[in-house]
C-alpha cells in the first residue's frame, strides 16, 4: 500500500506520496477535481490524509472514487505534527509531517458529516446570511429616517415594510429609501420560502420533530442542533452530554494550576450559529410563563440571584443542549415530569431526622 498526505489550500496544494519501494514524490498542484485525478488515476491503493477543513469533504470524496482510502484528521490533534519543527513552517514540511502520521498511524480521525445534513447546515448558512441582511437594512432605514425627523413604529420584522409606508415619508426621502425597500421585499419573500422548507423538514425529519416538542426549541434551532450533531451515537458513553456541551462552546474556558483556578467566558465553538440560537432559546424559557418549563426558570432564577443573569442563560443553554442531546438519544419527546428544578433546603427540626 502507498500513502500519501495532501497540505490542503484554497488556490494550491503540496502534495506527498510514499511509494511502496519507498520512493517519496513531492509535487505542488492546483487544488482542481482535474489535477487530482491526472496525479492519483491509475495508482496503487493509497491511504491519504487530509486535514479537516473547507475543501476537505470534496477533495476526500473525488479521491475515494478513484480507488483510494481518505482519512481527514484532526488538525488540533498535536501528535500528528510530531515531526514539524515550530521554528521553521512551509507546506513541505507540513506535508512531510502529515505523511508520516499516515504511514505510522498517528492522526485522530475527524467526524464527516453525512451528506443530508451538509444540505441542511447550508441552507441554515444561507438563512442566517439573509436575516443578517434584512436586519441591516432595517437599521438603515430607521437611521435615515430618524435623521430626517421620523420615527418608525415598533413591531413585528414582517410588518417593517408597512410601518415605514405608513409614516407618510416626503417624496424624496421616500424614494432614497425605494432601495431598501425593494430588497427588503426580496428578502422576506425568499426568507418565507427557507422557512416554509425547514417546517417540510419537521415533518419528514423524526429526530427535529421530537426536538422541537421541547418549549422554545423550534424548527431552526432544532435543525441546526441535529445538523451540528449529525450523529447522536458518537457522542456515547457515561459523559455523552458533557461531550456535547463542550463540542457546541457551552462550557467556560479555565486554565487552573495548583492553588489558582481561572475561569473566562464560554470556548470558542465549531458551530457559533448553534450555540447562538441555544442562547436565545435559553432567554425565551427564562421569560416564558409556560407552566412546562417552570422547573427549567426556577433554576435558572435561582443561579440569577447568584451569579448574575448571563451567566445564568448560557448555564440555561447548556442545560438545553442536555436535554436536547437526552432526547435525541432516548427517542423520547420533552417530558416536563422529568426536569428537576430549583431545590431549596428546609430546615430540619430539632430532634428529627433529615429526609434523604
Not at 490524509?49 to 477533495?59: H, K
Not at 451538509?118 to 443578517?132: D, G
Request: with cysteine; hydrophobic share 40%.
Amino acid at each position: 500500500m502507498e500513502y500519501g498526505a495532501i497540505d490542503l489550500h484554497k488556490k494550491e496544494s503540496q502534495v506527498r506520496i510514499i511509494t511502496e519501494s519507498g520512493e517519496v514524490i513531492d509535487c505542488r498542484i492546483p487544488t482542481r477535481r482535474d489535477r487530482l485525478t491526472t496525479l492519483f488515476w491509475g495508482r496503487p491503493h493509497a491511504r491519504i490524509l487530509i486535514e479537516a477543513s473547507t475543501e476537505s469533504e470534496w477533495v476526500a470524496q473525488h479521491l475515494e472514487t478513484l480507488g483510494h482510502e481518505v482519512v481527514v484528521a484532526d488538525p488540533n490533534y498535536g501528535l500528528m505534527y510530531g515531526h514539524r519543527s515550530r521554528r521553521v513552517k512551509t507546506d513541505r514540511r507540513d506535508v512531510t509531517a502529515l505523511a508520516e502520521a499516515c504511514r505510522h498511524g498517528i492522526y485522530r480521525p475527524a467526524h464527516r458529516r453525512s451528506a443530508r445534513q451538509r444540505s441542511v447546515q447550508w441552507q441554515l448558512n444561507i438563512r442566517r446570511e439573509l436575516v443578517a441582511a434584512r436586519t441591516r437594512g432595517i437599521s438603515v432605514a430607521r437611521a435615515i429616517t430618524r435623521h430626517a425627523g421620523y420615527r418608525i413604529a415598533g413591531g413585528a420584522t414582517d410588518t417593517f415594510l408597512q410601518r415605514v409606508a405608513a409614516l407618510q415619508l416626503p417624496p424624496a426621502l421616500d424614494e432614497m429609501l425605494s432601495p431598501v425597500r425593494n430588497v427588503m421585499e426580496v428578502l422576506d419573500e425568499e426568507l418565507s420560502r427557507v422557512d416554509t422548507n425547514f417546517e417540510t423538514l419537521i415533518a419528514d425529519d423524526p429526530v427535529v420533530k421530537r426536538l422541537t416538542t421541547c418549549p422554545s426549541i423550534g424548527a431552526i434551532t432544532a435543525a441546526a442542533f441535529v445538523a451540528a450533531l449529525d450523529d447522536v451515537g458518537r457522542f456515547a458513553g457515561r459523559r455523552g452530554a458533557a461531550q456535547v456541551t463542550s463540542y457546541l462552546g457551552l462550557v467556560p474556558r479555565e486554565y487552573s494550576s495548583g492553588e489558582q483556578q481561572q475561569r473566562g467566558r464560554v470556548m470558542r465553538s465549531a458551530h457559533p450559529y448553534v450555540q447562538a440560537l441555544l442562547v436565545q432559546a435559553a432567554w425565551r424559557v427564562f421569560r416564558s410563563s409556560d407552566p412546562r418549563v417552570a422547573a427549567l426558570r426556577s433554576w435558572a432564577q435561582a443561579i440569577a440571584r447568584r451569579r448574575g443573569n448571563k451567566i445564568a442563560i448560557v448555564a440555561l443553554a447548556r442545560r438545553l443542549a442536555r436535554i436536547l442531546y437526552a432526547m435525541w438519544r432516548d427517542g423520547t419527546d420533552y417530558q416536563s415530569a422529568t426536569i428537576r428544578g430549583h431545590q431549596t433546603q428546609t430546615p430540619v427540626a430539632a430532634g428529627t431526622q433529615p429526609t434523604v
